[in-house]
């Protein structure tokens, strides 16, 4: 708790952008993959996408061509930037390493997408 924190979120209408931002404390995310994940109604954390180290990124079907994510390994910082967005990108946003760590999930972030 407090090693991770994102910010960004916020409220758009659909086909809106958002950008989030997601810095860590020290240097958990050297030379590790990091995901941006999203809460489930079951709370469950679900992967959206992740960025490997040198800078790879991977996403699901659901974001691909529409989120784009990347980092700044000298800020200890990732982003997700998100474009035409849909109400069914609504929810709580996340980021952690991936494979996540329990003790690196930060508050998270609230994004909300209106039709």
């Known amino acids: 708790q407090g090693q991770v924190r994102e910010s960004g979120g916020g409220s758009v209408q659909a086909g809106g952008s958002l950008r989030l931002s997601c810095s860590a404390s020290?240097?958990?995310?050297?030379?590790?993959?990091v995901g941006w994940y999203r809460q489930t109604p079951e709370n469950l954390r679900e992967l959206y996408a992740y960025?490997?180290?040198?800078?790879?990124?991977n996403y699901a079907d659901s974001v691909k061509g529409r989120f784009t994510m990347s980092r700044d390994n000298a800020k200890n910082t990732v982003y997700l930037q998100m474009n035409s967005m849909k109400p069914e990108d609504t929810g709580v946003y996340y980021c952690?390493?991936?494979?996540?760590?329990?003790?690196?999930w930060g508050q998270g972030i609230q994004v909300t997408v209106s039709s």
């Open positions: 952690n390493i991936y494979p996540s760590r329990n003790n690196y």
């Open positions: 020290g240097r958990i995310f050297s030379y590790q993959t």
């Open positions: 960025i490997t180290h040198d800078g790879r990124a």
